[in-house]
C-alpha cells in the first residue's frame, strides 16, 4: 500500500478552502494544499441535478494519517452534509518531495 495521497476535497467557497488548508497544515495533517478556483461541479444530490461553482483543494498527505486525522478534521468544520473527500495514492514521486512530506507530517 502506498505511503502517500494526493487527497481531493471541494468546498463551497475560497473563505472555506483557505480555512480547511491552514487548518491541515498547522495541524500537520498536510504537507501542503493547492486551492485550485473556481471549479464547476456538476452532480445529483438528493435527486436534483446541480451545477455549482466550487473550489478544490488539492492535498499532499501520508496515508497513516487519512481515515483517523485527516477526515474528521475535515468534517468537523466542512459546511457540507457530505464533502467529498476522496484519497489517491501518489505511486511515483521525487525522493525529495516525498521526504519532505514525511519531514513536515508526523
Same mark, same amino acid.
Given at each position: 500500500m502506498p505511503d502517500y495521497l494526493v487527497v481531493f476535497i471541494t468546498a463551497p467557497s475560497r473563505e472555506t478552502a483557505e480555512q480547511i488548508s491552514d487548518m491541515l497544515v498547522q495541524k500537520k495533517l498536510a504537507a501542503c494544499v493547492n486551492i485550485v478556483s473556481p471549479i464547476n461541479s456538476i452532480y445529483t444530490w438528493q435527486g436534483d441535478t446541480c451545477n455549482d461553482e466550487e473550489?478544490?483543494? #488539492?492535498? $499532499?498527505? $501520508?496515508?497513516?494519517?487519512?481515515?483517523? $486525522?485527516? #477526515?474528521?478534521? #475535515?468534517?468537523?468544520?466542512? =459546511?457540507?452534509?457530505? =464533502?467529498?473527500i476522496i484519497g489517491l495514492p501518489i #505511486?511515483? %514521486?521525487? $525522493? %525529495?518531495?516525498?521526504?519532505?512530506?514525511?519531514d513536515v507530517t508526523p
Open positions: 473550489v478544490l483543494l #488539492v492535498v $499532499k498527505t $501520508k496515508m497513516s494519517l487519512f481515515d483517523e $486525522k485527516l #477526515v474528521p478534521a #475535515v468534517l468537523e468544520m466542512h =459546511p457540507y452534509d457530505e =464533502p467529498e #505511486v511515483a %514521486g521525487s $525522493k %525529495g518531495y516525498l521526504n519532505w512530506i514525511d
